[in-house]
Nanobody, 121 residues
Framework: QVQLVGSGGGLVQAGGSLRLSCAAS????????MGWYRQAPGKQRELVAA???????NYADSVKGRFTISRDNAKNTVYLQMNSLKSEDTAVYIC???????????????WGQGTQVTVSS
């Protein structure tokens, strides 16, 4: 069974930084894209950043230039470095991975449990 376990959230003042991590564990053939979403109270879940197996990245306009997504394929882990945090970044951050299973090699999408990021102004 595949699990995604995220960590690194917390409370930080505006202008500060946090680094989120999310590790995939279990049996699978490969991890394709990995990413981070966020959901603030009363708002829809939105994509923050994603990275494919080749390292190509994609960011929401609201975080470009402030957030950096990266992955360590040897550790099956994706990171989100968040700098210059703003109060509007406050949300639950949820990691996501598109994984190819072992035989049969079907593709599945998995979600982490979410980690709270609170930015005080």
């Amino acid at each position: 069974q595949v699990q995604l376990v995220g960590s690194g959230g917390g409370l930080v003042q505006a202008g500060g930084s946090l680094r989120l991590s999310c590790a995939a564990s279990g049996r699978f053939f490969s991890i394709n894209a990995m990413g981070w979403y966020r959901q603030a109270p009363g708002k829809q879940r939105e994509l923050v950043a994603a990275i494919n197996s080749g390292g190509r990245t994609n960011y929401a306009d609201s975080v470009k230039g402030r957030f950096t997504i990266s992955r360590d394929n040897a550790k099956n882990t994706v990171y989100l470095q968040m700098n210059s945090l703003k109060s509007e970044d406050t949300a639950v951050y949820i990691c996501n991975a598109q994984i190819t299973a072992t035989m049969p090699q079907n593709k599945y999408e998995y979600w982490g449990q979410g980690t709270q990021v609170t930015v005080s102004s």
